[in-house]
C-alpha cells in the first residue's frame, strides 16, 4: 500500500505556471502517473514516470508539463506551464507498483485525494 497526498493546486491566470507536488511514501520502486478529471469527463491520463526516471507524456501537455521525481525524498513533482483554461481539473497522483508507464487509470493501484487545479481565461 502506498499512501499519496498531493498538494499545489489552486487558482492561476492562462498563461502561468503551477508546480504540483505527491508525497509518495514507500514507493520508490513504484511507476508514479499525474491523471487529471474535469467536471463531466473520464478521469484522463497527464504524465507518468518510471522507477528509473524515464517518462511519458499526454500529448495534450508535451512542451508544457514536466513530471519529475526525488525518491530519496519521496516526491513526485508535476511543473506545469503555459496553462491553458482546458487544463482546468482535479489532478490525481497515482501509483502502480509496475514497470512500464501506463496510461490506464484501471491499473493503478494506489490514488491520492486530488487536488483542484483552476485556470482562467
Known amino acids: 500500500q502506498v499512501q499519496l497526498v498531493e498538494s499545489g493546486g489552486g487558482l492561476v491566470q492562462a498563461g502561468g505556471s503551477l508546480r504540483l507536488s505527491c508525497v509518495a511514501r514507500t514507493a520508490g520502486t513504484y511507476t508514479m502517473g499525474w491523471f487529471r478529471q474535469a467536471p463531466g469527463k473520464e478521469r484522463e491520463f497527464v504524465s507518468g514516470?518510471?522507477?528509473?526516471?524515464?517518462?511519458y507524456d499526454a500529448d495534450s501537455v508535451k512542451g508544457r508539463f514536466t513530471i519529475s521525481r526525488d525518491n530519496a525524498k519521496n516526491m513526485v513533482y508535476l511543473q506545469m506551464n503555459s496553462l491553458k483554461p482546458e487544463d482546468t481539473a482535479v489532478y490525481y497522483c497515482?501509483?502502480?507498483?509496475?514497470?512500464?508507464?501506463?496510461?490506464?487509470?484501471?491499473?493503478?493501484?494506489?490514488w491520492g485525494q486530488g487536488t483542484q487545479v483552476t485556470v482562467s481565461s
Open positions: 514516470i518510471g522507477s528509473g526516471g524515464n517518462t
Open positions: 497515482a501509483a502502480r507498483d509496475g514497470r512500464f508507464i501506463a496510461t490506464q487509470a484501471s491499473v493503478y493501484q494506489n
